[in-house]
T-cell receptor
């Protein structure tokens, strides 16, 4: 398996623009997680899905953030409108079942100028 | 109180020494615990998972779990410069939610 695949790897955008991050989990994995990592706040859980259903989105910072999982092989995280404080590395991870180890994608480094 | 707490470090040890990394968590219902290693600019990768009280050994790594004290640790024996990285502790409960600590930076000096 190719592992968790994220795109793009790097994104530079202007404040106010819409940003869409994409993730393809490992085939057969039922759980998908979106994390944001910054020096100040570490690795924060934004939202996670089980069998394509959002289970907990309490980590989503504000309404500008939204996430979808239309099928078992694809998820998006959208920021609209983007702000400079959204600059971070965004990771997607998947796990086969609950309470087991998660495998991470390579991450998307987002810079909002 | 954070759900998972780690000392951010840096923890500096000489090559060949034992590095001890510690983590505490805030609840009594979490069932699964993990240690991940993250090199600068890379994504986290799993080193160890532990599900029951006691020790679990894998090569130079030993994870220790004490659910009564809400404490999990990672020992790295014969530390190498290549072990220099940030080590992330994580927990998961019956909902599958996976929460990470801030991470501890380890520096192994030759």
């Amino acid at each position: 398996d190719a592992g968790v695949i994220q795109s793009p790897r790097h994104e530079v955008t202007e404040m106010g623009q819409e940003v869409t991050l994409r993730c393809k989990p490992i085939s057969g994995h039922d759980y998908l997680f979106w994390y944001r990592q910054t020096m100040m706040r570490g690795l924060e859980l934004l939202i996670y899905f089980n069998n394509n259903v959002p289970i907990d989105d309490s980590g989503m910072p504000e309404d500008r953030f939204s996430a979808k999982m239309p099928n078992a092989s694809f998820s998006t995280l959208k920021i609209q409108p983007s702000e400079p404080r959204d600059s971070a590395v965004y990771f997607c991870a998947s796990s086969q079942v609950g309470n087991t180890e998660a495998f991470f994608g390579q991450g998307t480094r987002l810079t909002v100028v | 109180q954070k759900e998972v707490e780690q000392n951010s470090g840096p923890l500096s040890v000489p090559e060949g020494a034992i590095a001890s990394l510690n983590c505490t968590y805030s609840d009594r219902v979490s069932q699964s615990f993990f240690w991940y290693r993250q090199y600068s600019g890379k994504s986290p990768e799993l080193i160890m998972s532990i599900y029951s009280n006691g020790d679990k050994e894998d090569g130079r790594f030993t994870a220790q779990l004490n659910k009564a004290s809400q404490y999990v640790s990672l020992l790295i024996r014969d530390s190498q410069p290549s072990d220099s990285a940030t080590y992330l502790c994580a927990k998961s409960g019956n909902t599958g939610k996976l929460i990470f600590g801030q991470g501890t930076t380890l520096q192994v000096k030759p």
